[in-house]
């Protein structure tokens, strides 16, 4: 039995079982390319079966994997709460098996019903993204910066990053700690304006003003520690 092992970057948890038996024999690359360099567990012949690939992943691109699945009429059983978080060994896929069936893990066959589950998800994030960037537009108009008069990214680590036209001036605010506050820093862009460091709630109202010099260490590590806060959370 040939079993992979991959690194992973926060997304989409969840396990998918592929019977490629009668599916053309290309298409099990297509469909680990789809998943990228990042795919988790992969165990070749799961459960003593041929042609069955179990993917055990803690993260993976996972709308472009069921639209591949529905598009390709793949044979597949999705397990979304079977993933790396409960820290299988990659030499014994029994482990997943037995998993499995005493946790009576939940499953989707259905194609219809994986385009159904995916799409929810899809809808749920937008949600979170929209309520997320809602109260940095409130943080924004606190701090007397207008949400129309710049660019926001937000970058891996959950950090948004709105950048003023003209000025050139940064406000970058962390994700929100296990207590709803986020860490907000200002970094004027020229030599006289001072760098100025905020906490604000999650209705956008201005907590707590941190003045140097002690204050830079502290926001610093709270500011650090939101964003570990949101990285475990995003893996569970």
């Not at 996972?62 to 979304?80: G, Q, V």
């Not at 037995?98 to 994986?114: P, S």
């Not at 899809?122 to 997320?132: G, V």
């Not at 109202?205 to 475990?232: H, Q, V, W, Y």
Request: aromatic share 12%; hydrophobic share 30%.
């Amino acid at each position: 039995m040939q079993v992979n092992q991959y690194n992973n970057s926060p997304q989409f948890k969840g396990s998918f079982l592929i019977n490629y038996k009668k599916a053309l024999p290309e298409m099990r690359n297509a469909f680990e390319n789809v998943l990228g360099a990042h795919k988790g567990l992969i165990y070749d012949n799961y459960n003593g079966k041929e042609h069955q690939v179990m993917y055990v992943v803690k993260n993976s691109k996972d709308f472009d994997a069921a639209n591949f699945i529905i598009k390709n009429e793949l044979n597949f059983r999705y397990y979304p709460d079977v993933s790396t978080k409960q820290q299988f060994w990659i030499d014994k896929p029994q482990e997943v098996v037995d998993y499995i069936k005493k946790t009576k893990a939940k499953l989707i066959q259905r194609h219809n019903e994986l385009g159904e589950y995916v799409a929810k998800y899809r809808e749920n994030c937008r949600q979170i993204k929209d309520s997320h960037l809602s109260v940095v537009d409130k943080i924004l108009g606190a701090l007397h910066f207008n949400k129309d008069c710049g660019k926001k990214a937000k970058d891996c680590r959950a950090i948004t990053t709105f950048t003023e036209n003209g000025t050139g001036n940064k406000v970058f605010v962390s994700p929100k700690n296990k207590n709803g506050t986020f860490f907000v820093l200002v970094n004027p862009n020229n030599g006289y304006d001072k760098v100025c460091r905020y906490a604000f709630d999650e209705k956008g109202n201005l907590l707590k003003t941190f003045e140097p010099p002690n204050g830079i260490k502290l926001f610093k590590e709270k500011f650090n520690e939101a964003i570990r806060f949101k990285c475990n959370h995003d893996e569970k």
